[in-house]
């Protein structure tokens, strides 16, 4: 994963070179605001390499499992997840933190990183002839594994209506993975008393959005195109392309 400090770049990767060390697993909306509090309200996290134990639900319903955390920069920082303990696995974990450092600092991509940051935190009037229906938006790449989305301003930056959006988010993806992973044209709509939960896939995008509770469908199918175009013009700058090319 890639931090910074409130809403931004965030990657989810695939280790390799670890063998049964790390295995594919979907994180949880509830798993990753654990980690994401647990971050950010810890600042000695940020000044050395770590190694604790942590409590997912989603992962490990019945006990623990264990974070290497290591920031590379002030905004920027490597997690890595795994249900072993040994003093050798994060000896291993250590050396590839390494690995992916240099590797990002050699290929420029870590200047690439600190530059797209600095245009983050952003809000949702960034978006032109944005709809006065959509109230917010998350963003996901459904091939380099990172997403972006404004602040929570309007919901409460960091207060419990955030927190529940972001659970929205994570609720109608879950769905969108069981039912409709490698569709092109899956969308999924609910609606409830205060708002209208949306996710569409678009290309190369998994598009999500919540609108006003009375917004009718062709509005709806509008705001989401809308927001495609945008981020298909502004991709660069809300996206690292081929972060970690295959070998």
């Known amino acids: 994963?890639?931090?910074?400090?409130?809403?931004?770049?965030?990657?989810?990767?695939?280790?390799?070179?670890?063998?049964?060390?790390?295995?594919?697993?979907?994180?949880?909306?509830?798993?990753?605001?654990?980690?994401?509090?647990?971050?950010?309200?810890?600042?000695?996290?940020?000044?050395?390499?770590?190694?604790?134990?942590?409590?997912?639900?989603g992962i490990a319903a019945e006990g623990y499992i264990y974070a290497y955390i290591h920031f590379f920069t002030k905004h920027i920082g490597i997690v890595m997840l795994t249900t072993e303990q040994s003093t050798e696995i994060f000896t291993q974990l250590s050396a590839l933190s390494k690995t992916i450092y240099q590797t990002l600092n050699d290929s420029n991509y870590l200047t690439l990183i600190k530059n797209n940051l600095l245009i983050l935190p952003y809000s949702r009037s960034r978006v032109p002839n944005i709809s006065p229906a959509l109230r917010h938006f998350l963003i996901k790449s459904l091939t380099a594994e990172q997403y972006t989305m404004p602040d929570f301003i309007g919901y409460g930056k960091v207060s419990s209506e955030g927190k529940r959006l972001f659970r929205l988010y994570g609720d109608i993806y879950d769905e969108y993975l069981k039912f409709g992973r490698g569709r092109k044209d899956y969308i999924n709509l609910k609606r409830f008393a205060d708002e209208v939960v949306v996710l569409q896939i678009l290309g190369n995008y998994c598009i999500m959005a919540v609108l006003s509770p009375f917004t009718d469908f062709a509005t709806i199918i509008t705001a989401i195109v809308g927001l495609f175009k945008w981020i298909k013009s502004e991709e660069l700058n809300y996206f690292i392309s081929d972060l970690f090319p295959s070998a």
């Open 1 to 57: 994963f890639f931090f910074q400090a409130e809403d931004g770049i965030r990657d989810a990767q695939e280790s390799r070179g670890l063998g049964d060390v790390y295995k594919r697993q979907h994180l949880y909306a509830q798993d990753l605001l654990l980690l994401f509090n647990m971050i950010h309200a810890t600042p000695s996290l940020k000044t050395s390499e770590n190694w604790i134990p942590i409590c997912l639900p």
